[in-house]
C-alpha cells in the first residue's frame, strides 16, 4: 500500500531526474547524471572521485547541507531509513508485529523536552541546517517513491518505501548514542546480592582509585529481566525470517554480550605538534572504533560552500563531519567515559500501582498512550510510563518496585554527535573549546591540530553532579539521591600545547594529577589501558613522528596483556609434556598477533577461554564467581604481578600453578580446534570479520553472499591499537577501526584515510566493498582535499539543478 500510494503520488513529484550517457567535456572518464532538484536555490555538484568520496560543491551553505542529505539518501537510504525508524519506534509499521516491543522501547528514551532549547543547545545555525539536510532527504525519498524501479534492493525485497523525514527527528532520537553505565550497575548489584561489593574489584576495576558503597535503602537484588526494555531500545535491527513471516512477539531478540568487553566500543586518537613531527607540520590520527556492518557505521563526504570546506567522516543520517578537518583545524574523537546515566529503584503505593514514593508523599507516574502502527494488523495502543527521573523500564509483579532510568539523553543539546556541526566550523583553539563547552553526547576526548602547529584536548560531555553518591550502584528514587546540575564545561580538564609534543587518547583514565575527581566524579569505569601504553611507548620512541607511523600505528597488533603474561611464563616449567609444549610456543614470540600466528592463537584461546575462568576460581568464593562475567582484564594482569593481595598464602605458587593448568587447557582446546600439529596453528583459523548486512538473516544463502562482506581472517586482539575485539563463543570480531584517518595538517592532500567495507550501501555498487581488503591490509587512500585534486580523481559527477 505505501509503495501504491508513492506511485500515485508522482504528480506531485519535486524530483525529476535525467541522466545522460555523455562524457563531461573537464573529466572525459566521469559520466554525468543531472538531477533538477525543488528546493535547491543554485546549481550544486557532487563529485566522486574512485574511493567513493563524495566531493560537494555549493554556492552556499543551505544548499551545502541540503545536497549533503540529498547524497546521504543517493548513497545510503536504507541504512538512514533503518535508522529513523528504530530510533522512532516504527519498525512495526513495516516489518510487522515481532517490532511492536522494540518500537515501544525505542519511543520512552525519545527527547520529549522543549524544542526551543533543544536546538539552541547546538549553536545558532542547527535548526536550519537540519532542516535543509532533511529537505535534502526528502527530495531523494520523493524521487525514488515515484520511481519505484529505482528503489535501493531492500525495500524491493521487503515491500515498503522510505519515508519522508523532519527536521526534529534528526535530534529527538536519543538511542542510536552511547551514555554508559547502566549495565555495569545492575552487574555491581547482582554482584553484591550474591557475593559483596569488594568482590566487585575483580569485575571491573574501580581508577582512580575508588571504593564504592551501597547506598541506604537499596536491596541489590534486582529482577533478572531488569534491562530487557533497554536493552531492545539500543540495540541495532534484528531482521531475520522469523521476524518477518511468524510475526511473534518475542521473535525480535535481544543480543545478550557474553563479556561486556566484547561489545566495549572505544577509540584512539593523537594530535602531533611540528616539532615532533617528520613533516614539519602536526598530524592528527583517529580510528574511532563501532560494531561491524555493511554498510559501514561512519560516512566519509567533503562539504565545500562558501565559509565552509570541510571534509572527513561523520554518521550518514546527520549532518556535518565529526571526524576531519576544515582546512584551518584538524579534530579527532574517542570516548571519555563520564557516567551520563543512573537507575532510580522506586517503592510503589500498595493501593495505586501508577504511585511511587517521594519526599514522603505518593507521586503519581506520568502515563502516555502511544498507537504503534502493525503492518497487516491494527495499530497497539502502547502505555509509556515515566517518573519525574525517565522512562520507567520495569514493574516488579508482587514486589512493589519499578525501576527507571535517568539519562543525559532526556536533556536539552544531548542528540549523539549533532554537535560537531558548531565545531567543525572552529578556526582556532579558542573556538574550538568554545564550541565543546555544552557539548552534550557521546562523551569524548576530542583532539585538536592547526595550521599555525598547535594541538590540544579538549574533552566533552553532559557531566552530572551527584553531590551524596558516585553513580556506581542504583539509588533509591525517594529523593535523597538527585542530581544537583551539571558541571560545566570548563570544569573539565584539557591540554594545549603540551611539553611532549604530542597527545594521545585511548579510552584509558587520562584525568590528570592533581583533577578533583572526588568532588566531581565524573566516572571511575574506563576502559583498559593497554591500547593508550602501546600508542605511548610508540610515540615517545619515535624522535619524528611520520604519516606512514601513524597508519602503522593504527594497525599495530603488539599485545601488552601478552607481552606481561608471557613474562610471568618465562620463568616458569613443566613436567607434563602438553604444558610445556605451550610454555616453549611463547618463547621467541614478539607479542604481535597476526592472523598466520601460532602463539597468538594459543594466548588468545588462553585468555578469553580459560584463563579469566580459573582466575575467579582462584580469588573468589563459587558464589561470587558465579555471579560475573569474564574478570576485568585490567585487574587479572596487574593482580596476577602482585598475586599476595588475592591468592593468599603460598601466593606466588598458586599463581603458577593457575597459569600452568590453565595454559595447559587452552593447549588441549586448540589441538581439538585446529590438530596435533601446533606449527599449522592460525590465528586467523578462528578470528574473522564480517561485515554483517541487516537483512542478512532474512533471506537466501546467494543473497545473503552478495550483502554481506566477509568472513574474512583477520589479526590482532581486543587490546592493541588496532583493536580487534571478539565474541569468544566463535571468535567472530564484534567491534573495531573501520573507519581510519590521518590528517597531514595543512598538507591536506596528503591525508590519508579508509572506510570498511565502502562507501556505498548499495550492494550492486562498486563501492560497496571495495576499501575492504585495503583495510584488512591496513592501506588507505588519499583523502583529497583541493578542487583540482578531487577533479583528477573523479569516476562520477552528480548535478543538481534547481528546479524552477
Not at 525519498?141 to 525495500?155: G, I, M, Q, T
Not at 561489593?197 to 575508588?210: A, V, Y
Not at 588441549?668 to 596453528?681: F, I, V
Not at 563501492?767 to 585534486?789: C, M, N, T
Request: one cysteine or more; proline letters at 7%; aromatic letters at 10%.
Amino acid at each position: 500500500m505505501l509503495m501504491q500510494r508513492s506511485i500515485c503520488a508522482a504528480a506531485a513529484l519535486l524530483v525529476s531526474f535525467a541522466a545522460t550517457a555523455s562524457q563531461a567535456k573537464d573529466t572525459p572518464a566521469a559520466p554525468v547524471t543531472t538531477y533538477k532538484i525543488a528546493g535547491l536555490k543554485k546549481p550544486a555538484e557532487i563529485l566522486v572521485d574512485q574511493w567513493g568520496v563524495p566531493h560537494i560543491y555549493a554556492a552556499n551553505q543551505d544548499d551545502a547541507f541540503f545536497v549533503q542529505g540529498f547524497n546521504a539518501a543517493r548513497d545510503r537510504l536504507f541504512q538512514i531509513d533503518l535508522w529513523r525508524r528504530r530510533g522512532l519506534g516504527l519498525l512495526a509499521q513495516v516489518f510487522g508485529p515481532a517490532y511492536v516491543q522494540q518500537d515501544r522501547a525505542a519511543r520512552l528514551f525519545l527527547y520529549r523536552g522543549d524544542m526551543q532549547r533543544e536546538w539552541q543547545s547546538y549553536g545558532p545555525h542547527a535548526q536550519q541546517v537540519a532542516n535543509t539536510f532533511v529537505a535534502g532527504i526528502n527530495a531523494y525519498v520523493d524521487y525514488v517513491n515515484a520511481h519505484p524501479e529505482k528503489l535501493p534492493f531492500e525495500f524491493r525485497r521487503l515491500g515498503y518505501a522510505p519515508a519522508r523525514w523532519q527536521a526534529a527527528d534528526v535530534v529527538r532520537i536519543r538511542s542510536h548514542g552511547l551514555t554508559r553505565n547502566l549495565d555495569s550497575e545492575v552487574a555491581r548489584a547482582n554482584v553484591a546480592c550474591k557475593a559483596d561489593l569488594k568482590s566487585d574489584e575483580i569485575r571491573f576495576g574501580l581508577t582512580p582509585k575508588w571504593e564504592t558503597t551501597m547506598p541506604e535503602g537499596l536491596d541489590p537484588c534486582l529482577p533478572k529481566d531488569l534491562l530487557k526494555v533497554f536493552q531492545l531500545a539500543t540495540q541495532g535491527v534484528k531482521i531475520s525470517k522469523d521476524s518477518l513471516q511468524k510475526g511473534q512477539s518475542d521473535a525480535v531478540v535481544i543480543a545478550a554480550a557474553e563479556n561486556p568487553e566484547e561489545v566495549a566500543e572505544g577509540s584512539n586518537n593523537w594530535v602531533v605538534a611540528p616539532a615532533k613531527s617528520a613533516t614539519g607540520r602536526a598530524i592528527m590520527a583517529n580510528d574511532p572504533h563501532r560494531a561491524y556492518s555493511a554498510p559501514s557505521l561512519r560516512y566519509i563526504a567533503h562539504i565545500n560552500a562558501p565559509g565552509l570546506n570541510v571534509i572527513g567522516a561523520g554518521e550518514p543520517a546527520l549532518p556535518g563531519i565529526s571526524i576531519g578537518h576544515n582546512g584551518s583545524v584538524a579534530f579527532g574523537l574517542t570516548i571519555f567515559n563520564i557516567d551520563q546515566e543512573d537507575l532510580y529503584v522506586y517503592q510503589l503505593n500498595p493501593e495505586h500501582s501508577d504511585q511511587y514514593q517521594y519526599r514522603g508523599n505518593w507521586e503519581s507516574f506520568n502515563i502516555i498512550t502511544e498507537q504503534i502502527p502493525v503492518k497487516g494488523g491494527k495499530p497497539v495502543s502502547a502505555e509509556l510510563v515515566f517518573s519525574r527521573h525517565g522512562p520507567v523500564i520495569f514493574s516488579e509483579p508482587g514486589k512493589s518496585r519499578a525501576f527507571a532510568v535517568r539519562s543525559g539523553w532526556l536533556e536539552p543539546g544531548m542528540s549523539p554527535y549533532f554537535g560537531s556541526i558548531d565545531y567543525m566550523r572552529a578556526r582556532n583553539f579558542a573556538e574550538f573549546k568554545h564550541s565543546l563547552l555544552h557539548w552534550g553526547a557521546p562523551t569524548e576526548n576530542q583532539v585538536y591540530a592547526d595550521t599555525k602547529g598547535n594541538i590540544g584536548w579538549v574533552p566533552g560531555g553532559l557531566a552530572p553532579i551527584r553531590p551524596n553518591w558516585d553513580g556506581l550502584l542504583p539509588v533509591p528514587g525517594d529523593g535523597r539521591y538527585e542530581w544537583a546540575g551539571f558541571w560545566s564545561g570548563d570544569q573539565l580538564p584539557s591540554s594545549y600545547n603540551p611539553k611532549q609534543g604530542w597527545f594521545a587518547s585511548a579510552n584509558q583514565m587520562n584525568l590528570p594529577d592533581g583533577y578533583p575527581h572526588r568532588e566531581r566524579k565524573l566516572g571511575f569505569e574506563w576502559t583498559n589501558n593497554s591500547r593508550f601504553t602501546r600508542i605511548s611507548e610508540v610515540l615517545s620512541s619515535l624522535n619524528k613522528v611520520s604519516l606512514e607511523d601513524s597508519m602503522r600505528l593504527q594497525n599495530d597488533d603488539l599485545s601488552i596483556p601478552a607481552r606481561r603474561l608471557a613474562a610471568l611464563l618465562k620463568p616458569l616449567s613443566s613436567g607434563d609434556a602438553r604444558t610445556q609444549a605451550a610454555l616453549n610456543l611463547f618463547a621467541g614470540w614478539d607479542f604481535v598477533e597476526r592472523a598466520d600466528s601460532a602463539p597468538a592463537a594459543l594466548f588468545e584461546v588462553w585468555l578469553s577461554r580459560h584463563l579469566g575462568k580459573a582466575f575467579k576460581a582462584a580469588v573468589l568464593s563459587p558464589a561470587a564467581a558465579e555471579a560475573m562475567g569474564a574478570p576485568d582484564t585490567a585487574v587479572l594482569l596487574d593482580t596476577l604481578e602482585q598475586p599476595q593481595a588475592r591468592f593468599g598464602p603460598d601466593a606466588v605458587q598458586k599463581r603458577d600453578q593457575m597459569l600452568l593448568s590453565s595454559l595447559s587447557e587452552a593447549y588441549a582446546e586448540l589441538q581439538k580446534l585446529q590438530g596435533s600439529d601446533a606449527g599449522q596453528w592460525k590465528w586467523g583459523k578462528l578470528h574473522h570479520n564480517l561485515m554483517e548486512h541487516p537483512l542478512a538473516a532474512a533471506v537466501d544463502e546467494a543473497t545473503r553472499a552478495k550483502l554481506n562482506v566477509g568472513p574474512m581472517p583477520t589479526h590482532g586482539g581486543a587490546y592493541s591499537p588496532n583493536q580487534s575485539t571478539y565474541r569468544s563463543s566463535d571468535f567472530l570480531q564484534t567491534n573495531g577501526p573501520s573507519f581510519r584517518v590521518v590528517v597531514d595538517v595543512g598538507n591536506w592532500d596528503n591525508s590519508r584515510a579508509v572506510n570498511s567495507p565502502g562507501q556505498s550501501g548499495d550492494p550492486d555498487s562498486p563501492h560497496y566493498r571495495d576499501l575492504a581488503d585495503k583495510w584488512l591490509k591496513g592501506e588507505y587512500f588519499p583523502l583529497l582535499y583541493s578542487r583540482a585534486a578531487v577533479e583528477k580523481a573523479t569516476v562520477q559527477r552528480i548535478r543538481l539543478q534547481p528546479q524552477n
